[in-house]
């Protein structure tokens, strides 16, 4: 019994083929990949960059104030609220404050919501919200008790409940 075997040869068309598959797959994906970045969060946090850059110092003498006030602000959730609570230093509830904030998530501005909050005495503050599992940020702005403007950003993670 003998066998012949065949030989199949490389040809320039085999060549190309893989050539076409192989660039194919990529520009797939880089397609596929930019279309999902460009579809989703625009990753901005401010309009110009340029322009935001021109404030910095500014912004950073307002920091240093704020941490001299010595101010402890401690932030609890539940599903449909977000409660703020306020010492200053020598640990004594401040109630004089309006607040309101920003309540978002951290890849997305779809579910973005503006925060007002109420007083509940004891220096404590909550504002209706709706939150569901992820993580979340709520940027708070207050006034008041002889501060023109207390701004902190806080981030969390909300469970999925099981």
């Known amino acids: 019994m003998t066998r012949a075997a065949t030989e199949r040869q490389l040809t320039g068309w085999h060549v190309?083929?893989?050539?076409v598959a192989f660039f194919g797959v990529i520009l797939g994906v880089n397609l596929t990949?930019?279309?999902?970045a460009n579809s989703t969060w625009s990753g901005l946090v401010v309009a110009n960059g340029y322009v935001a850059s021109q404030s910095?110092?500014?912004d950073l003498a307002?920091?240093?104030?704020q941490e001299a006030l010595g101010w402890t602000v401690a932030v609890?959730?539940?599903r449909d609220s977000i409660k703020l609570s306020f010492t200053d230093a020598q640990g004594s509830a401040i109630d004089r404050l309006a607040i309101t904030g920003k309540l978002e998530r951290t890849v997305t501005d779809k579910q973005d919501q503006a925060l007002t909050f109420a007083s509940l005495g004891g220096g404590a503050y909550a504002a209706p919200?709706?939150?569901s599992a992820g993580v979340w940020e709520v940027?708070?702005?207050?006034r008041g008790d002889g501060v023109p403007n207390y701004?902190?950003?806080f981030r969390f993670f909300v469970q999925d409940p099981q």
């Open 76 to 78: 609890s959730f539940e």
């Open 62 to 65: 307002r920091a240093r104030a």
């Open 139 to 142: 940027e708070v702005d207050a």
């Open 129 to 131: 919200a709706t939150l």
């Open 33 to 36: 990949l930019a279309y999902f």
């Open 56 to 58: 910095f110092d500014e």
């Open 151 to 153: 701004r902190k950003t």
């Open 16 to 19: 190309l083929a893989m050539l």
